[in-house]
């Protein structure tokens, strides 16, 4: 095996851990059900910021971090997405404590062909024909959760919309994958440490007589940045079109999760709604050459 086979074979085991824990979290914040989804997504940034500054400063990293939020304009887009992503976990997190699960993996589905439309609507990108029935068949996909429902659906276009402004926000911004988080944290820094103190002394979760609930609290930190430090070191070392592949492992993991675990009602009209979106899924990845590029054979070679 070549250096960059070995280097692609570790970064999909990277990216597929990052994307399978990413799956599996809900079962974590289940653990933290009786944890308002607001307080709990407070938390989150709160012990999320702690632990990755405890890691920058291990590292030796801190003069990257002075440098980024002295450019104003990265600063700016950071807190957009940093708005962005505390939004999406906030919805995510009440996904779990609502029996919404299958909302929340149609969502993370739709999410890359939301980025296109967001491509094509507000930043002039281009679209083939083939992934405009794309995003169109994503739209159909809402029309027949709204006829489900019977009513406008939020839930999964806002986790889609959410963190895919999130993703776009975050790649036009030079700064790596833990420096941006920790950047994105410590702006709402003091407003959560204020939240938290507040709820400290108003019946708040924390500190909670349960020492239980307080260490899973914590830990929320090192869960929310282990995922995403796992996917840095794995994008650094797959080609673009095998990590669009395996970003579906998560919704995926998510889905059977809902159905198989929390027993969240899969409906003929959830069929429908995912059926649209899955097509869609192939269409753009077989336009894109996803296929190609992720499943090209190398040719066998025997050795003496």
């Known amino acids: 095996m070549t ?7 570790a ?6 851990a990052a994307y399978t824990a990413w799956g599996v979290l809900p079962l974590y914040w289940r653990l933290l059900s009786d944890v308002p989804p607001f307080e ?19 590292r030796g990293h801190w003069p990257r971090i002075i440098a980024a939020v002295r450019d104003r304009r990265t600063l700016g887009t950071l807190a957009l997405s940093s708005l962005m992503i505390s939004v999406n976990w906030t919805l995510y997190i009440y996904c779990v404590a609502t029996d919404r699960l299958v909302e929340s993996a149609l969502g993370y589905y739709m999410t890359p062909l939301v980025s296109f439309a967001l491509g094509y609507l507000l930043f002039g990108e281009r679209l083939s024909r083939l992934k405009l029935f794309a995003v169109a068949l994503a739209g159909l996909a809402v029309i027949a959760q709204a006829a489900s429902l019977g009513a406008v659906p939020w839930i999964s276009p806002g986790l889609a919309l959410t963190f895919g402004i999130y993703g776009y926000l975050r790649k036009k ?3 790596a994958a833990l420096d941006g988080l920790l950047i994105e944290t410590l702006l709402l820094f003091p407003l959560v440490v204020g939240l938290v103190v507040w709820w400290a002394f108003h019946g708040g979760a924390f500190p909670s007589p349960k020492a239980s609930i307080n260490a899973l609290l914590v830990f929320a930190g090192p869960m929310t940045a282990i995922p995403l430090a796992l996917f840095a070191a794995g994008a650094r070392r797959v080609r673009l079109t095998t990590l669009g592949f395996l970003q ?19 409906t003929a ?13 192939v269409i753009a990845a077989a336009d ?10 190398r040719p066998l070679r025997l050795r003496p």
């Open 11 to 16: 970064g999909i085991l990277y990216a597929g």
């Open 173 to 175: 911004t030079p700064v």
């Open 248 to 266: 579906y492992i998560a919704p995926s993991v998510t889905l059977l999760v809902a159905v198989f675990l929390f027993h969240e009602p899969f």
């Open 40 to 58: 709990l997504t407070v938390h989150r940034v709160l012990w999320a910021a702690l632990f990755v500054a405890a890691v920058t400063v291990a």
């Open 269 to 281: 009209s959830d069929m429908v709604s995912f059926g649209c979106v899955w097509v869609a899924i």
């Open 288 to 297: 894109g050459g996803a296929f190609k590029g992720a499943l090209r054979l």
């Open 3 to 9: 250096t960059g086979e070995h280097a692609e074979g």
